[in-house]
């Protein structure tokens, strides 16, 4: 997407709306998504697979995604829920894409134009190893288990309870359970924890500064 961001131009409006065409949407969404380097984490899921593409009208066999829409754009495997859960940017990214209408399964009627009142937040610096160590996680799991269907399993268990933690507003003893679960499902992510961990450092360092 050439120019600035949608994030900074929200910011530069000065003004609490702002009119973006359909395409900046889905090239923001997809920008945000590689600066956290979840497009590593769908080649191995692919490799296992587990693309979320499958059977899909608009994908062309060898070529890739001929249609890309605010859908599929928006919707988040329970991989990429994982990844911006655990940088702080999963609630960020639902509150963006709930301003943008017409979406559909694989498909959209969004408007050329919408009005925008909420912004979609990169990282100030491209952060992509994080994704790209989460792949090798996984892709360590997948040659190290022989249980069949490995990844899709602990892909569709993370989607599940990281929906269930954030659905649970009231019973905080279930939501630390349930945190606590999404805990062990990831707790073979050595690679992905021990760069988190320098992220969140980082931050503090900045923050204390």
């Known amino acids: 997407m050439q120019g600035s961001t949608l994030d900074e131009q929200v910011d530069q409006a000065g003004r609490p709306s702002l009119r973006v065409s359909r395409s ?40 890739g995604c001929q249609l890309r829409n605010t859908s599929c754009t928006a919707w988040l495997c329970g991989f990429h829920k994982y990844l911006l859960y655990e940088v702080g940017q999963l609630e960020n990214w639902q509150a963006f894409w709930r301003q943008v209408p017409g979406q559909d399964y694989r498909e959209d009627s969004t408007p ?25 996680d996984l892709l360590d799991m997948a040659h ?19 929906d269930q933690f954030q659905l649970e507003e009231h019973d905080q ?33 900045v923050t204390a500064q």
């Open 24 to 63: 900046s949407l889905i090239d923001n969404g997809m920008l945000t998504l590689q600066a956290w380097g979840a497009d590593h984490i769908c080649k191995v899921c692919i490799a296992n697979s587990g693309s979320c593409c499958r059977d899909c009208q608009h994908l062309s066999d060898g070529v």
């Open 144 to 162: 190290s288990h022989t249980e069949i269907g490995l990844i899709l399993t602990l892909r569709e268990k993370l989607d599940r309870y990281i």
């Open 112 to 136: 050329d134009q919408i009005i925008i009142d909420k912004a979609l937040h990169k990282p100030g610096q491209m952060m992509d190893h994080l994704g790209e160590a989460l792949a090798a």
């Open 173 to 205: 003893k279930r939501k630390t359970r349930i945190k606590r679960k999404i805990k062990v499902l990831s707790g073979d992510f050595q690679r992905f924890h021990y760069l988190l961990n320098k992220y969140y450092q980082e931050l503090t360092d």
